[in-house]
Each structure stands twice: as C-alpha cells, then as structure tokens.
C-alpha cells in the first residue's frame, strides 16, 4: 500500500485529502508544519509527499530542500500561491509536480500516477524504449522510429531535450533546469531555445503538433513527458 504524507496547516483540507485518499486505497498521514512533515518523514519514510507551501514554522521550499538532502521521494506541491517565480522556485528546489488550489481530487491522482511511475521505469535508464504515438523511441540507441519503420532523425539537441523528459515519465523539468543542462549556465534565461527545438520535437514526433499528447509545456514553468 502506498504512503503518502499530507503536510498542510489547514484543517479542512487535510481532512478531506485524509478521506479522499483512504478511500482510494492509499495509507496516508499528515503533518502540520515543516519541522513536523521532516520528521515524520524520517521516521515513516512516505513513498508520495503533498506539501503546501505556506507552513506556520517555514517555507514548504525549505521542506523540499530538507527532503531532497536523503531522498527522491515524488513531492507535489499543492498551493494557493499562482505567482510563476514561486511555482518556479519549488520546483528547482526538487519538487516534482505543482497544482494550484482549488483543485479536483481526479486531477491530483492522475499528477500522483504519474509521478509515481517514473519509479518504476527501468532502472538506470540505460534501455529506455518508450512510444510516442506510433513512433518508437529508443534512448540507448538514439533510434527513433516511425510506424512503417521509418527512421525519424533528430538532432543532438533534440535528443538531449528529449532523453530528459523521457527519463523522468510525468516530472515537470523546468526550463531552467533544462536549459542549463543542455545549454549550460549561461543560457538559462534563453527561454526561446526551448520553443523552438520542442516546436521541432513535435513535429517529427506528435500525431498532431499543435495538440500534443506527450511533449506537454506547462506555460512560464517548464515542459513534461506524458505517456
């Protein structure tokens, strides 16, 4: 049975993720503030955290931080803060998803499944083939492959930007990260560089460029890979 750790100073909206989440079949706990949240996940170490970000005693980035010193745990932030700057920061500090309150309980399990399987993708990635639609896409290879067996070429570029994604099925990688990874520190606010070269991932490898289904950019954060 899966555990998942709520930290939340609200009430009402632990209980009801409490009630929402047993009742689907998830062990789940909560925590009050940070300090409570980094303790009771050391010693009941959660396979899921939904954090908020405003704590009594601290910030939730704090949290992140703290948990990401000994885990990699999924954290989903769960939050009524909408400013991109903070959705920003949780996320670079090693945050996995973000949803923003008011938010539907169907919503918030499909960001949980989907931030869960990337723990069960094969480890180390070394052979990671995944598809695309009916393209198939092969990272130890760098094959990727059209239905008709078409080999679809993609550039260094495009294969970094996308091997990323890949390696971390429903994880919002933010453009920073990306850009920093790829590019290197002096590109990450080239924010143009992403636009383009997943502009041309869809292309070559959505069914339908302008409504992708698996290279998915989330506006002013980041970009996800959906299986």
Sequence with gaps: MMRVLVVDDEPQMVRALLINLRARG?????????????????????????????????????????????????IIVLSGRTGGSEKVAALDAGADDYVTKPFGMDELMARMRAVTRRGTAEPGGTGARVRIGDRQIDLATHLAQAADGTEIRLTKTEWALLERLIRNPGKLITQRQLLTEVWGPAYADESGYLRFHFGQLRRKLEADPARPRHLITEPGLGYRFAD
């Design 26 to 74: 998830y062990e789940a706990s909560a925590a009050a503030s940070g300090a409570a949240a980094l303790i009771e996940a050391a010693k009941h170490p959660p396979d899921l955290v939904l954090l908020d970000l405003g704590l009594p005693d601290m910030d939730g980035s704090d949290v992140i931080t703290g948990l990401r010193g000994w885990t990699a745990v999924p």
